[in-house]
C-alpha cells in the first residue's frame, strides 16, 4: 500500500514538470526558395515570457545566429535577415531555423538558399556562313523566378573572343561577327550572367550555345611538279579547292591545257587533290602555256614553259639512213656515222616535222653501223652495204655529192678571184659601207681601207660592247650562248682593273657584256656573231676566262672568288643604239645564274650547252643540289679533225683516178 502511493506521488510530479515547460512555435514558416540576397523574413511565438530565445540558420551542417534575446514581456518576435554573401558566406542548399527558448526547440520547415540563375538564349539558326554576324537574345531568372540585374560575359572558344555587358530586368542582347577567315566546323558559345554585392559575384548562371560555320569555296589553285618542262615528258600537276581558311575541299573540277592564244591541247574532268599527267609531245611549239581550272564556281590558272627540243630521229633500213627531226624547233647539228672503224661526219638542217635520207656508200661486205648527235643514238649490226669507198650522200642529191664537192669549191674560187681582180680597178680610196651589218643606228658599219699590196681590209669601227635585259617586242628569235661570271667577294681596285682586262676576251670573240649586280653576262648572239655555231665558242671562251683569273690569283694578295657557268637558251633580240637589247624566253638567265653560284672557280656547263658541244667537248656529268651539270674534261682539236678528213677524201679522189687508169 505504502509502495502503490509512493509511485502515484512520483507521477504527479513528472506530470507537473511536463505542463511547466515553456513551448516555442513558428507562426510563419520561410518560403522553399531563396536566391542570395533575398530576404528571410519569420514570425515565432513563445509559450510564457522570462526566458532567453536562440535563433540560428543551418545548412549543410554550417550555422549563423539569427536572433537572440531574453523575452521579459513578449511573446511573439518578428525576424527579417537579408541572406546577404557576407551573412552566409559559403552557406547554401537546403537549410532549417532552429529556435531554442528555455531548453524548448523547435524547427522550421526546410527550405532551399541558392545562387543559381537561368538563360534562355535565343537565335535565328544554327548554320552561318564565314563573316556572318550572330544575334543573340538573353533572359535570365534567378532560380526564385526573379529576374536578374548584373553582367553578362561571352566567349566564342578557338578564336579567343570575348564580349559582355549589362543585364537589366533580367534581359540582354548581343551580336558577334565571326571571322571572314574562321576555319569551318562547330564551335560552342559559352554564355555566363551574374550580380555582384561589393564586388563578388553571388547569383550566377551559365549555358553553351552550338553553331556550325559552313565550308566555304574561296579559291581554286593548282600545283605544278615543274615550271619549265622539256618536251617528251609528263607535266604532273594538280588542282586544289581552298575554303575561307585555307583548308582544301573534297570536290570535283574540270580544267583546260591551252596555249596563249586560247588554242585548246587538252579538257578533262577531274577530282580535287587527284594527281593528273599531261604528256608534252616532242614537237609541241616551245613556249608558255596554261592550265585554266574550275571548281565550285571559282577559277584559277598556271603557266609553264615548254622548252626547246632540237631532237632527231634516226632510223637505218639497208643502206638507207633516215633522219626526221621530231622536235619542235629547226634542227641543226651535226651527225656522226661510224660505219666499222671509219667515221664520217655529216651536217644537216631540218624544219620541224621535215625529214631526210642518206645513202651509205662502203667498198661490199656487212658493217656495224652507230649513228649519233651527242643526244640521240641509234646503232644496227651487219649492215650489207655496197660501193667504191665510204661514203654518205643524201637521197636523190648525187649532183651535190661529196665527190663532185672539190669541183664546186674550185668553181667558186675562180668566181672569187674574178671579184677580187675586178676590185683592185676601184679608185684607190677609204670609203665606208653604206650596208650596216645589224639593225639600229651605227650598229656594225665598217669601214674598207686600202691596205699593204693593195688588198682591201674591212674594219669595224664601232663594237656592241652593251647589252641592256629590255621587253623586246620587235626583234629576232634565236638561241644565243650565254656565259654567266659571279663574282663572290669584294674586289680591291686592281682585281677590278684585272677583271675588266678580263672581259675584254668577250669582245674578241664577238660578244657582248650584260651587267646584273654582281653577275657578268656574256651573250653570243647570231645577230652579233653572224653564225648559228656559238655553243664552243662560247666554252673556249669560258675557259679563257677562267684561265686568265685563275693565273691573277696565283700572284695576287687580293684574289678573286668567282664561278662560271655556260648555258643556252633561245632570246628576242635587236640591235639599238650600238646597244644590244634583249628579251629572255623562259629561265635562261635564272638558270645561268644559279649554276654560277654553284661553281667554284670553275666552268661548269648546263645540260643545254652540253648536248649541242658533245661532238667538240668533253665533260664529265656531275650533280649539284639536285642539277644535271657537267665539268669540261678535254677540248677536241677540230683543226686536226678538218686536216684529217680533207686528208681522207683527198685519198679517196686518188684512188679513184688510179682505177680509172
Given at each position: 500500500?505504502r ?8 507521477i ?7 505542463i ?19 530576404d528571410?523574413e ?5 509559450s ?8 540560428e ?17 513578449e511573446?511573439t ?8 554573401k ?18 524548448d526547440?523547435?524547427?522550421?520547415l526546410n527550405?532551399?538558399i541558392?545562387d ?5 538564349i ?6 552561318y ?16 523566378t526573379?529576374?536578374?540585374e548584373?553582367?553578362f560575359?561571352?566567349?566564342?572558344e578557338?578564336i ?12 540582354f542582347n548581343?551580336s ?7 576555319a ?9 550572367a ?10 550566377i ?7 556550325n560555320?559552313k565550308q ?5 589553285d ?19 579547292l581552298y ?11 574540270s ?15 577531274t577530282d ?18 596554261k ?7 571559282m577559277?584559277g ?6 622548252e ?43 624544219e ?19 649513228v ?5 643514238s ?11 669507198a665510204?661514203?654518205?650522200?643524201g637521197a ?10 672539190m669541183?664546186w669549191?674550185?668553181l667558186?674560187?675562180?668566181?672569187g ?5 675586178a676590185?683592185?680597178k676601184?679608185?684607190?680610196k677609204?670609203?665606208v ?10 650598229a ?19 663594237e656592241?660592247?652593251?647589252a641592256?635585259h629590255?621587253?623586246?617586242l ?5 638561241d ?10 669584294e674586289l680591291s681596285?686592281e ?32 645577230l ?25 690569283n ?13 648555258h ?13 637589247k ?9 638558270l ?9 672557280n ?8 652540253h648536248?649541242?658541244t ?9 650533280e ?31 684512188e ?5 687508169k
Amino acid at each position: 500500500m505504502r509502495k502503490q502511493f509512493i509511485m502515484l506521488f512520483l507521477i504527479f510530479v513528472i506530470c507537473l514538470v511536463s505542463i511547466a515547460k515553456a513551448e516555442v512555435w513558428f507562426n510563419v514558416q520561410p518560403s522553399s526558395l531563396y536566391n542570395i540576397g533575398d530576404d528571410l523574413e519569420n514570425v515565432i511565438s513563445v509559450s510564457e515570457t522570462g526566458k532567453q530565445i536562440i535563433l540560428e540558420l543551418s545548412c549543410g551542417g554550417q550555422s549563423r545566429s539569427l536572433f537572440l534575446k531574453y523575452l521579459e514581456n513578449e511573446t511573439t518576435i518578428r525576424i527579417l535577415q537579408p541572406l546577404t554573401k557576407a551573412f552566409l558566406g559559403e552557406m547554401k542548399g537546403d537549410c532549417k531555423i532552429i529556435a531554442d527558448y528555455g531548453g524548448d526547440r523547435g524547427e522550421s520547415l526546410n527550405f532551399k538558399i541558392s545562387d543559381e540563375a537561368l538563360i534562355r538564349i535565343e537565335t535565328q539558326t544554327r548554320d552561318y556562313e564565314p563573316g556572318e554576324k550572330i544575334d543573340i537574345l538573353g533572359k535570365i531568372e534567378k532560380l526564385n523566378t526573379l529576374p536578374l540585374e548584373g553582367f553578362f560575359e561571352i566567349n566564342l572558344e578557338k578564336i579567343n573572343f570575348t564580349s559582355s555587358g549589362i543585364v537589366e530586368k533580367g534581359n540582354f542582347n548581343t551580336s558577334i561577327a565571326l571571322p571572314e577567315v574562321i576555319a569551318a566546323g562547330d564551335y560552342l558559345i559559352s554564355i555566363k550572367a551574374y550580380e555582384k554585392e561589393n564586388g563578388e559575384i553571388t547569383n550566377i548562371g551559365e549555358t553553351g550555345l552550338s553553331i556550325n560555320v559552313k565550308q566555304t569555296p574561296q579559291k581554286v589553285d593548282i600545283a605544278l611538279n615543274i615550271q619549265s618542262i622539256k618536251p617528251g615528258n609528263n607535266l604532273d600537276f594538280k588542282i586544289s579547292l581552298y575554303d575561307q581558311s585555307g583548308n582544301t575541299i573534297e570536290g570535283s573540277a574540270s580544267f583546260s591545257i591551252e596555249d596563249l592564244k586560247g588554242n585548246s591541247l587538252a579538257k578533262a574532268l577531274t577530282d580535287t587533290k587527284k594527281e593528273e599527267s599531261f604528256y608534252i609531245e616532242k614537237n609541241l611549239f616551245s613556249g608558255n602555256y596554261k592550265i585554266k581550272a574550275y571548281s565550285s564556281g571559282m577559277y584559277g590558272e598556271r603557266q609553264f614553259y615548254v622548252e626547246e627540243n632540237e631532237e632527231v630521229e634516226f632510223k637505218i633500213l639497208n643502206n638507207i639512213l633516215n633522219v626526221k627531226n621530231i622536235g619542235n624547233v629547226k634542227y641543226d647539228k651535226a651527225i656522226q656515222v661510224k660505219i666499222g672503224s671509219v667515221v664520217e661526219i655529216i651536217s644537216t638542217e631540218l624544219e620541224i616535222g621535215e625529214e631526210k635520207e642518206f645513202v651509205i656508200a662502203a667498198p661490199d661486205g656487212d658493217y656495224d653501223i652507230e649513228v649519233t648527235d651527242g643526244s640521240t643514238s641509234v646503232s644496227d649490226k651487219g649492215i650489207s652495204l655496197t660501193g667504191n669507198a665510204i661514203n654518205i650522200k643524201g637521197a636523190g642529191m648525187g649532183f651535190f655529192s661529196r665527190n663532185k664537192m672539190m669541183a664546186w669549191i674550185f668553181l667558186i674560187f675562180v668566181m672569187g678571184m674574178f671579184v677580187f681582180v675586178a676590185l683592185r680597178k676601184v679608185v684607190r680610196k677609204k670609203f665606208v659601207l653604206s650596208q650596216p651589218y645589224g639593225t639600229g643606228k651605227t650598229a656594225g658599219r665598217g669601214v674598207i681601207k686600202l691596205g699593204k699590196e693593195g688588198e682591201y681590209i674591212l674594219e669595224r669601227y664601232s663594237e656592241v660592247k652593251e647589252a641592256e635585259h629590255s621587253l623586246v617586242l620587235k626583234g629576232q628569235k634565236q638561241d644565243a650562248a650565254l656565259i654567266c661570271l659571279k663574282i663572290k667577294n669584294e674586289l680591291s681596285k686592281e682585281a677590278k682593273e684585272n677583271l675588266n682586262n678580263t672581259l675584254e676576251k668577250i669582245y674578241k670573240n664577238k660578244g657582248t657584256l650584260y651587267r646584273s649586280g654582281e653577275y657578268n653576262m656574256a651573250i653570243f648572239s647570231p645577230l652579233l656573231t653572224r653564225t648559228f655555231k656559238n655553243y664552243t665558242p662560247a666554252v673556249k671562251t669560258a675557259l679563257e676566262i677562267t684561265k686568265a683569273l685563275q693565273e691573277y690569283n696565283s700572284r695576287a694578295r687580293n684574289k678573286i672568288d668567282f664561278g662560271i657557268s655556260v648555258h643556252s637558251g633561245a632570246i628576242i633580240n635587236r640591235i639599238e643604239e650600238n646597244k644590244l637589247k634583249f628579251t629572255s624566253l623562259g629561265n635562261i638567265l635564272t638558270l645561268s645564274k644559279k649554276i654560277a653560284e654553284l661553281s667554284e672557280n670553275e666552268v661548269l656547263l648546263s645540260k643545254e650547252i652540253h648536248t649541242k658541244t658533245i661532238s667538240e667537248i668533253r665533260a664529265e656529268k656531275i650533280e649539284k643540289q639536285g642539277f644535271e651539270l657537267f665539268v669540261i674534261k678535254r677540248v677536241t682539236d677540230t683543226e686536226k679533225n678538218e686536216k684529217f678528213i680533207h686528208d681522207f677524201l683527198g685519198r679517196q679522189e686518188e684512188e679513184k683516178k688510179a682505177r680509172i687508169k
